[in-house]
């Protein structure tokens, strides 16, 4: 089966720590993408991050940093010095079925308090 | 350039009604998809839109659920016979040209509730 697991339901920090989300999947594919989207309280599903299997390099934009790990199937985000406005439900995603359906992690609720 | 938009951005209608919720995708995407989140099954895949062939279905929950797209770009999405359950958000996404690990883009979605 071809899947996506966030084990953290839901995280709390203060304001300017660090935190990191976790995302494993399953998968037989030699080649495939990951992606990363934030659903603020909005509710629109904003994109982050794509990555594909051949590129293993660390990836970081501003206060966010990937890193993938084909050895251990994971795909982590991390925020440095998260700031309120952070606070989101950030879901990793994989796409299916010849790359056109998306099946997504359970998400992971993260709240930055003040 | 403009987004994904969705119209109604909220619908509450009575059980056993019919519901239209429409997407408009992004200017030249080829590919159009619809997904549902709800607080029980998370996210999920509904139906998949090439042109205005849809080739995957797979996720469409029963046959009260349809689809169509026309001319290319805007899709309709309609629950015949609504029930409580289908009670959710709805979201569409579009991405250029449908392949392979293609970023999808969404929209903001169509909050259903179904009394």
């Known amino acids: 089966a071809q899947k996506v697991t966030q084990a953290q339901t839901e995280i709390s920090v203060v304001e300017k720590e660090d935190v990191t989300l976790d995302c494993v999947y399953e998968?037989?594919?030699?080649?495939?993408?990951l992606f990363w989207y934030k659903q603020p309280p909005s509710g629109e599903l904003v994109f982050l991050i794509r990555r594909n299997s051949f590129d293993e390099q660390n990836e970081i934009s501003g206060r966010y940093s990937w890193n993938f790990q084909k050895s251990t199937s994971s795909f982590n985000f991390t925020i440095t010095a998260s700031q309120v406005v952070d606070s989101a439900v950030y879901f990793c995603a994989f796409p299916v079925n010849a790359g056109n359906m998306l099946t997504f992690g359970g998400g992971t609720r993260l709240m930055v308090k003040p | 350039g403009a987004g994904v938009s969705q119209s109604p951005s909220n619908k509450v209608t009575e059980k056993g009604k019919d519901v239209e919720l429409r997407c408009d995708p992004i200017?030249?995407?080829?590919?159009l998809y619809w997904y549902r989140q709800s607080l029980g099954q998370g996210l999920e895949f509904l139906i998949y839109?090439?042109?205005?062939?849809?080739?995957?279905k797979s996720g469409l929950p029963s046959d009260r659920f349809s689809a169509e797209r026309t001319g290319g770009s805007v899709s309709t999405l309609t629950i015949q016979r609504t029930q409580q359950e289908d009670s959710a958000v709805y979201l569409c996404?579009?991405?250029?040209?449908?392949?392979?690990?293609?970023?999808?883009?969404f929209g903001p979605g169509t909050r259903l509730l179904v009394l």
């Open positions: 996404a579009s991405s250029q040209g449908g392949g392979r690990g293609e970023t999808q883009y």
């Open positions: 839109f090439q042109g205005n062939s849809a080739p995957d």
């Open positions: 200017s030249g995407h080829t590919a």
């Open positions: 998968t037989r594919d030699t080649t495939y993408y």
